[in-house]
């Protein structure tokens, strides 16, 4: 026993020192970028930033506002899509990796609604009226798909080992993916032209932002904060989270656990179908295939802030967009990395091990249940 005692610590200590040295070479790395980028700023005639990188330019400060712009528009889809995430694990305790496949069914229902729109000339004489028929016919059928998906797929899972419902949820993933690629087909699908006065940009705080961008802000602040308020000031959010504590406890005080999760599941397909139209407003181009690298990221992102935690989910999203759109060009760009635009994928999910490795629990704590923290 003695032996295998000795024998442990020393796997231990050899772990740690690999983690200490992997924080130590993730460090030095990100500060020589860091160094490198604020020695082209202030000269690209730097002896440092040449050495790096001889074809250095720099950046300018409209470039970097609207990096900081693009990285905060585009965290705030992840952070949509991330509140399902969190949401159904703070209830049943499993990831629910078919969560992106309603995002994509939000995009897709949005560029039905929005083209049958466009032909019919309402698109373009009322686009207010039109942009909430769309969103509306977007909730109802992310909404519809994530109840159906509870409902027929985990409900029946609900007491088997949680390996069991993630590899269902994968399954699920591929079954809606392949439904609507045999409905619509592989192409990709194209949302019709916005509105000039919308496109526009718009001077905010010295900020030159796309009209889309603030659309895509807007809105995802307002969806927080309406979740935020359902969450904390409704009994239906309060009976949310006495079945994300303890589902036994809350049946035997009154709570109906089944309709309370579906419920957490309505509310978390609600909040992917908005994603899913802001993300086709703002990329004008959806398939069957474009809930898959999103929800990984709002995956990423939900872990990034904190499983189970909301306010982590969303700021997550943000820190996480942030971290795709500037890390490129502020760390990778001025080591001399060569098509840092094509490596916004690896910096996101180096930005989760970097987390992770200092602050295992995320940036804001994860909220468990009692038997998860047991």
């Known amino acids: 026993m003695t032996a295998v005692r000795v024998g442990s610590a020393r796997r231990v200590s050899w772990v740690d020192r690999f983690l200490t040295g992997l924080r130590i070479v993730l460090i030095a790395l990100i500060a020589a970028g860091l160094v490198a980028f604020v020695a082209q700023q202030i000269s690209v005639d730097n002896p440092f930033a040449r050495w ?144 000039e006065w919308l496109a526009k940009s718009r001077s905010i705080l010295t900020f030159e932002i796309p009209g889309t961008k603030v659309m895509v802000m807007v809105v995802a602040a307002l969806s927080m904060a309406v979740l935020w308020w359902v969450v904390e000031r409704t009994k239906t959010g309060k009976a949310m989270r006495a079945v994300a504590e303890d589902k036994e406890i809350a049946a035997l005080m009154g709570i109906n656990v089944d309709r309370t999760i579906v419920l957490t599941f309505a509310i978390g397909g609600a909040m992917a179908g908005i994603g899913g139209i802001l993300w086709g407003l703002s990329f004008r181009s959806v398939t069957h295939l474009t809930g898959f690298l999103p929800g990984i990221k709002a995956f990423t992102a939900a872990v990034v802030g904190g499983v189970g935690n909301l306010g982590g989910a969303m700021a997550g999203g943000v820190s996480l967009g942030a971290a795709e759109s500037l890390g490129p060009q502020l760390i990778l760009e001025p080591l001399g990395v060569s098509g840092v635009s094509q490596l916004r994928d690896a910096v996101a999910f180096t930005a989760l091990v970097v987390v992770l490795l200092f602050k295992p629990s995320g940036l804001f704590g994860e909220r468990l249940s009692e038997d998860d923290r047991t």
């Open 52 to 195: 790096r990188n001889p074809d250095a330019t720099g950046l300018t400060g409209d470039q970097l506002k609207g990096l900081v712009v693009t990285g905060i528009a585009q965290g705030s889809m992840y952070g949509l899509i991330a509140l399902g995430y969190s949401m159904v694990y703070g209830v049943l305790g499993f990831i629910n990796f078919a969560h992106g496949e309603v995002f994509m069914l939000g995009a897709m229902s949005g560029f039905v609604a929005s083209n049958k729109l466009s032909a019919n000339g309402y698109w373009e004489s009322n686009f207010f009226g039109s942009f909430v028929i769309v969103v509306v016919i977007a909730i109802l059928v992310s909404t519809a798909a994530a109840v159906i998906m509870e409902r027929v797929a985990y409900r029946p899972l609900r007491d088997s080992p949680r390996l069991i419902p993630l590899i269902t949820s994968i399954g699920v993933s591929f079954f809606i993916q392949n439904a609507v690629l045999g409905l619509l087909g592989p192409n990709s699908h194209s949302y019709p032209q916005l509105p």
